[in-house]
């Protein structure tokens, strides 16, 4: 591994020049005005990988956009690692609270990346983890220390649903056939606390749009004999939680897991200071679910919350308008024996039962997500673990976290393999909204430890 090691040292500036020409490109895969972008940066992946010593490089065409495959077998005998990122990236809006351009990426010292962190969109989720491991390969293969095969697949849709990777893996399950499935889109509890995520929340996704009147009226001469299709609304969401933050919709609670007391002092046992979380939000105090800490309603407790809101007149100016329609993209988190179909036809059910009569509502399921959990006790864990120890010092703790990665339980159900998720991101790194940021630390201690778990999980096997 020394012979790695040095070599990673020796190319930092070059793999970080790369990551930051890959940063560049606005691969957007919710708004079609970004197509050509997205299926740029497919060809700039499978580029990154030919010339990092990958075989049988290909972009393969989905219904959406294309998901790059690549591989490395040296031994047939040995065992497979199929390693899954993505190269698309959310939305950068809003726009003006980006202090740096998002696809113009730059380095800025924060408190929790005193070293310096990537500022852009992607950086972190999940171009940046992603790409930990075209170099880690890279470096394996340059020093002739790729000790078990390895194949790549890196999607173009995971922010929008992945909805073309089931086909794609259930036509290529031969192609895609492997020991165990390495995913880099997590994150740590912090750059001297590692941590191995085990668990995921679940995601069911959809969009409500509330009609009233037939056009735009004035507000003066309907208001307070019209019903305003904006206030229903609010209302309407309103009634979604009560005064416990306990979610209102009949049988949502039906099959949740409920955790043991031990197994719920357990992971609250991990570090987390309230007042250093409030700190970093610029907040007085926290919500959330009553009876459970701030660790579990982020973590084992599912959850409901509008991701959007709008409708009637945004411009500037005043324009007293009483708008026809309404409309709120709202997200609801699954937690284990939730399932996302189940909950989407629930809350569809409960929704148009609660319209008052007059309005009409509508409501359209956008994607979804099964939660998953992942043992500690496979060869993958275990390499995982040992890998962090070996480059952090340090155990990494085992944690749930609360975002979704639906393909998780896609990759047990249709390639017949578990999943490690060894992310290296922070919580507090901004994915999703302005200011993404990707810790130079973190960039670097991934692509040093991903070689650790190969030589680990080839001697574990």
């Given at each position: 591994?020394?012979?790695?090691?040095?070599?990673?040292?020796?190319?930092?500036?070059?793999?970080?020049?790369?990551?930051?020409?890959?940063?560049?490109?606005?691969?957007?895969?919710?708004?079609?005005?970004?197509?050509?972008?997205?299926?740029?940066?497919?060809?700039?992946?499978?580029?990154?990988?030919?010339?990092?010593?990958?075989?049988?490089?290909?972009?393969?065409?989905?219904?959406?956009?294309?998901?790059?495959?690549?591989?490395?077998?040296?031994?047939?005998?040995?065992?497979?690692?199929?390693?899954?990122?993505?190269?698309?990236?959310?939305?950068?809006?809003?726009?003006?609270?980006?202090?740096?351009?998002?696809?113009?990426?730059?380095?800025?010292?924060?408190?929790?990346?005193?070293?310096?962190?990537?500022?852009?969109?992607?950086?972190?989720?999940?171009?940046?983890?992603?790409?930990?491991?075209?170099?880690?390969?890279?470096a394996m293969v340059a020093s002739e220390a790729l000790p078990c095969n390895i194949k790549f697949m890196i999607e173009g849709e995971e922010e929008v649903g992945s909805a073309n990777l089931g086909i794609f893996c259930k036509e290529n399950t031969e192609k895609l056939k492997c020991d165990t499935i390495l995913i880099s889109?997590?994150?740590?509890?912090?750059?001297?606390?590692?941590?191995?995520?085990?668990?995921?929340?679940?995601?069911?996704?959809?969009?409500?749009?509330?009609?009233?009147?037939?056009?735009?009226?004035?507000?003066?001469?309907?208001?307070?004999?019209?019903?305003?299709?904006?206030?229903?609304?609010?209302?309407?969401?309103?009634?979604?939680?009560?005064?416990?933050?306990?979610?209102?919709?009949?049988?949502?609670?039906?099959?949740?897991?409920?955790?043991?007391?031990?197994?719920?002092?357990?992971?609250?046992?991990?570090?987390?200071?309230?007042?250093?979380?409030?700190?970093?939000?610029?907040?007085?105090?926290?919500?959330?679910?009553?009876?459970?800490?701030?660790?579990?309603?982020?973590?084992?407790?599912?959850?409901?919350?509008?991701?959007?809101?709008?409708?009637?007149?945004?411009?500037?100016?005043?324009?007293?308008?009483?708008?026809?329609?309404?409309?709120?993209?709202?997200?609801?988190?699954?937690?284990?024996?939730?399932?996302?179909?189940?909950?989407?036809?629930?809350?569809?059910?409960?929704?148009?039962?609660?319209?008052?009569?007059?309005?009409?509502?509508?409501?359209?399921?956008?994607?979804?997500?099964?939660?998953?959990?992942?043992?500690?006790?496979?060869?993958?864990?275990?390499?995982?673990?040992?890998?962090?120890?070996?480059?952090?010092?340090?155990?990494?703790?085992?944690?749930?976290?609360?975002?979704?990665?639906?393909?998780?339980?896609?990759?047990?159900?249709?390639?017949?393999?578990?999943?490690?998720?060894?992310?290296?991101?922070?919580?507090?790194?901004?994915?999703?909204?302005?200011?993404?940021?990707?810790?130079?630390?973190?960039?670097?201690?991934?692509?040093?430890?991903?070689?650790?778990?190969?030589?680990?999980?080839?001697?574990?096997?």
């Amino acid at each position: 591994m020394e012979k790695v090691q040095s070599y990673i040292e020796a190319n930092k500036e070059r793999f970080l020049e790369e990551l930051f020409d890959l940063l560049r490109i606005p691969s957007v895969s919710a708004d079609p005005a970004y197509k050509g972008d997205v299926v740029k940066t497919a060809e700039f992946v499978a580029e990154s990988l030919r010339k990092a010593g990958a075989d049988n490089v290909e972009v393969c065409p989905t219904a959406g956009y294309p998901i790059v495959y690549a591989e490395k077998i040296i031994d047939p005998s040995k065992p497979t690692v199929l390693v899954y990122g993505h190269y698309d990236v959310q939305p950068p809006d809003p726009m003006d609270l980006w202090e740096s351009g998002p696809f113009e990426p730059v380095i800025k010292k924060t408190k929790a990346h005193p070293d310096g962190a990537i500022y852009a969109r992607g950086a972190c989720d999940d171009k940046g983890q992603a790409y930990m491991h075209v170099k880690a390969f890279e470096a394996m293969v340059a020093s002739e220390a790729l000790p078990c095969n390895i194949k790549f697949m890196i999607e173009g849709e995971e922010e929008v649903g992945s909805a073309n990777l089931g086909i794609f893996c259930k036509e290529n399950t031969e192609k895609l056939k492997c020991d165990t499935i390495l995913i880099s889109d997590t994150s740590i509890i912090a750059n001297d606390v590692p941590s191995i995520t085990v668990g995921l929340r679940g995601l069911s996704y959809l969009e409500v749009e509330v009609t009233g009147p037939n056009r735009d009226l004035h507000s003066g001469v309907y208001g307070g004999g019209v019903a305003n299709p904006i206030n229903v609304l609010c209302d309407m969401i309103a009634s979604l939680m009560d005064e416990n933050k306990h979610i209102t919709i009949p049988g949502f609670y039906d099959n949740v897991e409920e955790l043991s007391s031990e197994e719920r002092s357990k992971m609250n046992e991990a570090p987390f200071s309230l007042e250093e979380y409030k700190a970093d939000l610029e907040i007085d105090d926290v919500q959330g679910e009553a009876g459970y800490t701030t660790l579990e309603r982020t973590s084992i407790r599912p959850t409901l919350d509008v991701n959007g809101i709008w409708g009637g007149y945004i411009g500037e100016g005043a324009k007293t308008v009483l708008p026809s329609k309404a409309f709120a993209k709202i997200s609801m988190r699954l937690v284990p024996n939730q399932d996302p179909e189940r909950i989407t036809n629930l809350f569809a059910e409960h929704f148009k039962n609660i319209a008052p009569a007059s309005v009409k509502v509508k409501v359209h399921p956008h994607h979804g997500g099964e939660p998953a959990l992942t043992p500690t006790d496979t060869p993958e864990y275990m390499a995982a673990s040992k890998a962090m120890e070996t480059t952090f010092g340090k155990t990494p703790i085992p944690t749930r976290e609360g975002g979704s990665i639906p393909i998780v339980a896609l990759f047990e159900q249709v390639l017949n393999a578990k999943s490690v998720l060894m992310g290296f991101g922070l919580n507090s790194d901004a994915i999703h909204s302005p200011n993404e940021h990707y810790g130079l630390f973190n960039f670097y201690k991934g692509i040093e430890t991903i070689p650790y778990f190969f030589k680990y999980y080839a001697e574990m096997k």
